[in-house]
């Protein structure tokens, strides 16, 4: 069966890009492939966040994970710092990362310029423990959105040259997997770019009705199409795009046709889409307060979920070792 592997960082709760540039393939992926679904508590230290941060953000993932469906009888579910075979290839992949790659990474890039104080060595080298933690379960395929394309390069290249420094055909190219045809980049309502947790616009599977109200009204609009059938502008397209994944078809066509005849009310489309989003995450916000009291469930699941995480990794790491001309060890 096929394997495969994707993470998420918790920096705090779910946002609906989350969801749907990755959750939703979760979900979907689990009955048909060998699934495992982690919590990327080392990948959030860059930013150096507080302990008692890191302890309850990764509760808050794993109950989330549970909440949209993500069965820990389908797929492991654990927390990344449990499985620490990953450290270990990790380093061996650092050491045939270069400089000058990891610096051209666009993510670095930008952290670079957001957090000019705090250009640590883990930001550098995000990209080469991303590729640990896939490749460490030798993954097919990785559920992943837009913004994830790069790092999912880079472990591709990571792959090739582990393969090509030892002359093996050790390590396969994993590929990037979306729910629909092309990767997906869900928008924020700010008018421009994507929807994050840093960029202060997401609107998160918890929120209530209220705050998706709040937060829907208030999206960037224009005055209106100026004649039919005309292109939309990025906050237009933005409200379509999210229409596109929360509302039915009939839904988005009628907004869409009601653009395309210059006959458009966007408080209208905005109190629809409020709606929509409403209805979609309702039923996720009623259950993740559910499991979230279970406590002793959760335990339990990020247990069964590191074990299985760490034989698939102890093996791979046994056989990397040999590769590499270390003994192996028993791990
Ligand atoms: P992170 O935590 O930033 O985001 C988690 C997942 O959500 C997707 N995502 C989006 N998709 C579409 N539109 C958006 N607006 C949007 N915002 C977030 C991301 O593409 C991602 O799939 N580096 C990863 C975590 C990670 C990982 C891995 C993923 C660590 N190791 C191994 C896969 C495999 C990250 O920071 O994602």
Known sequence: MEKV??????????????YFGAVKSFVKMQDEYDCLFFIA??????????????????????AEYLACGIDPEKAGIYIQSDVKEVLE????????????????????????????DNVNAGLLTYPTLMAADILMHKADKVPVGKDQEQN?????????????????????EPESFHFSDKAVKIPGLDGSGKMGKSEGNAIYLIDDEATIRKKVMRAVTDSGPAEPNQQKPEPIQNLFT?????????????????????????????KQLAEDINAFCAPIRNRITDIQSNEEYMRKVAATGAEKARESARKTLCEVREIIGFRTTAL
């Open 152 to 172: 999912m390069e880079m472990a591709r290249l990571f792959a090739r040259r582990f393969n090509r420094i030892y002359g093996v055909e050790y390590f396969k």
């Open 5 to 18: 592997v994707s993470g998420i960082r918790p920096t705090g709760n779910l946002h609906l890009g989350n």
């Open 242 to 270: 999210l229409m596109e994944v929360v509302s039915d078809k009939s839904t988005y066509d009628y907004f869409n046709d009601k653009y395309n005849t210059c006959a458009i009310r966007y408080g209208d489309m905005k």
């Open 89 to 116: 290839l990790y380093l061996y992949f650092n050491m045939n990362a270069y400089l000058g790659e990891l610096e051209r990474v666009t993510s670095f890039k930008e952290k670079v310029r957001k957090q000019p």
């Open 41 to 62: 508590d080392w990948h959030s230290l860059t930013t150096h966040p507080k302990p008692e941060n890191i302890r309850e953000s990764a509760k808050t993932i794993l």
